[in-house]
C-alpha cells in the first residue's frame, strides 16, 4: 500500500514538475504579455493541484492534507484575480494585444492554391 | 441572525481542521475567538448574500468539479501551445454577454473564465465580458456559452 501511495505522489509530483517546466519555458517563448499570463496561468492551476495532491498522499488522512487541499483552494481563489488585476492593468494603460502574423505561412500557401 | 449563526460554524469548522490541539482550555479559546470575529461581523454588518454565499451550497460544489475537469483539459492544450506555438498557437479578442444577473455570478463566470488557462477576462463592464484566449479551440470553449450557462444555472438565476 505504501508503494503504491510512493508511486503516486512520484508520478503527480513529475508531471506537476514537467507542467511548471513547460510553463517557465513558455513565459520566454510567447510573443507578448497576454499570451504570457496564459502561461503562467499552468503553474497557478494544474500545477498546483498536481504536486499538492502528490504531497498529501504521504500524509495520508490527517489534518496535515486538509492543509494541503486547503492552499488549492486559495490559490484557485487568488490567482484569477492576480491574473485579471495584471490583464485588466496593461488594457487600461493601452498595451494592445499582438493579435496579427500569427499562422501566416498557412495563410499563404492558401492564397496561393 | 441565521447568516451569523452560519458564519459562526464555518469559522467554527475551519478552526478545528486548521488548528488540531483539542484541550479545553485551546479549544475554549477557538471557541471564544470565532464568536468574537462573528460578533464583531455582524456589528460591521458584513454579512449579506455577497460575503458569505452558503445559499450556493451543494450547487457550486458540482461546478468546482466540472470546472476542474475543464482546467485540466484547458493545461493539455495550453502545454501543447507552448511547445508547438507555430501550430497551435492563433491569440484572439472578443466580448461575450454574460447571461449572470447578479453581480457575484458574474465575478464567478469572469474568474472561471480566467482560471482556465488559455483564456484571460481583461474586462468586465456590466454584463460585457472582454476575453482574451490563446488558440482557437480555447476561444471557441467559451464563445459556445457552456461556462455560462452553468454559473447561470449555481446562481438558480434561469
Same mark, same amino acid.
Given at each position: 500500500m505504501d508503494l503504491i501511495l510512493d508511486i503516486g505522489t512520484w508520478v503527480l509530483l513529475l508531471a506537476g514538475s514537467l507542467l511548471l517546466l513547460i510553463t517557465g519555458f513558455? %513565459? /520566454?517563448?510567447? =510573443?507578448?504579455?497576454? !499570451?504570457? &499570463?496564459?502561461?503562467?496561468?499552468? #503553474?497557478? !492551476?494544474l500545477a498546483t493541484f498536481l504536486i499538492f495532491v502528490g504531497l498529501s498522499f504521504q500524509s495520508g488522512f490527517s489534518l496535515v492534507s486538509v492543509k494541503l487541499l486547503l492552499v488549492i483552494v486559495f490559490v484557485f481563489f487568488t490567482s484569477p484575480t492576480a491574473s485579471y488585476a /495584471? #490583464?485588466?492593468?496593461?488594457?487600461?494603460?493601452? /498595451? +494592445? =494585444? +499582438?493579435?496579427?502574423?500569427f499562422g501566416q505561412s498557412e495563410q499563404k500557401e492558401k492564397d496561393d492554391a | 441572525m441565521l447568516k451569523t449563526i452560519s458564519l459562526f460554524l464555518v469559522l467554527m469548522a475551519v478552526w478545528l481542521l486548521l488548528s488540531g490541539h483539542y484541550t479545553p /482550555? &485551546? !479549544?475554549?479559546?477557538? &471557541?471564544?475567538?470565532? %464568536? %468574537? @470575529?462573528?460578533?464583531?461581523a455582524y456589528r460591521m454588518d458584513v454579512i449579506d448574500h $455577497? @460575503?458569505? =454565499?452558503?445559499?450556493?451550497?451543494?450547487?457550486? &460544489? @458540482?461546478?468546482?468539479g466540472w470546472l476542474v475537469v475543464e482546467i485540466f483539459k484547458a493545461n493539455i492544450d495550453v502545454a501543447k501551445c507552448v511547445l508547438f506555438p507555430s501550430r497551435y498557437l492563433r491569440p484572439s479578442m472578443f466580448t461575450v454577454t454574460a447571461s449572470q444577473k447578479s453581480d457575484l455570478g458574474r465575478v464567478i463566470y469572469a474568474n472561471s473564465i480566467t482560471l482556465t488557462p488559455g483564456t484571460v477576462t481583461v474586462d468586465l463592464d456590466d454584463?460585457?465580458?472582454?476575453?482574451? #484566449?490563446? !488558440? $482557437?479551440?480555447s476561444a471557441d470553449g467559451v464563445k459556445n456559452g457552456d461556462m455560462d450557462q452553468r454559473v447561470t444555472k449555481v446562481m438558480k438565476e434561469t
Open positions: 513558455g %513565459l /520566454l517563448r510567447l =510573443p507578448d504579455l497576454y !499570451t504570457r &499570463i496564459h502561461a503562467g496561468g499552468m #503553474a497557478d !492551476t /495584471l #490583464a485588466q492593468g496593461s488594457f487600461v494603460a493601452g /498595451l +494592445k =494585444p +499582438k493579435l496579427d502574423g | /482550555l &485551546i !479549544t475554549g479559546f477557538g &471557541i471564544a475567538s470565532c %464568536l %468574537l @470575529s462573528a460578533l464583531i $455577497e @460575503s458569505h =454565499p452558503i445559499y450556493l451550497g451543494p450547487r457550486i &460544489i @458540482s461546478y468546482w454584463d460585457q465580458v472582454m476575453v482574451h #484566449a490563446l !488558440t $482557437e479551440g
